[in-house]
Nanobody, 120 residues
Framework: QGQLVESGGGLVQAGGSLRLSCAPS????????VGWFRQAPGKERELVAS??????????SYVDSVKGRFTISRNNAENTVDLQMNSLKPEDTAVYYC???????????WGQGTQVTVSS
């Protein structure tokens, strides 16, 4: 697979919002299963949200810690998969990565990610 490029991270206060975007290079995303992962210092990388193409609709899934706060969506016009993050908490601080997935398993190489820092 080509390189995926993450963007949109930054520094925000607790309770704030950020929108991350994941863009592929050289191909369309429209029917790929894509996941957003994050890795906090000293912790393993975890899958926090995924979107899969299933019978002409997208199914989404979230880890319990972000349910109701994060929304993953596909923007076909921009050819991106976005992660809207609301009500951010300091424990959301991490480097966020996207990748194509099979189930919860990442398929490609990792990009540089985008840093999200939430201050208390």
């Amino acid at each position: 697979q080509g390189q995926l490029v993450e963007s949109g991270g930054g520094l925000v206060q607790a309770g704030g919002s950020l929108r991350l975007s994941c863009a592929p290079s050289g191909r369309t995303f429209s029917r790929y299963a894509v996941g957003w992962f994050r890795q906090a210092p000293g912790k393993e990388r975890e899958l926090v949200a995924s979107i899969t193409w299933n019978w002409n609709i997208d199914d989404t899934s979230y880890v319990d810690s972000v349910k109701g706060r994060f929304t993953i969506s596909r923007n076909n016009a921009e050819n991106t998969v976005d992660l809207q993050m609301n009500s951010l908490k300091p424990e959301d601080t991490a480097v966020y990565y996207c990748n194509t997935i099979s189930g919860d398993r990442p398929l490609g190489s990792w990009g540089q990610g985008t840093q999200v820092t939430v201050s208390s």
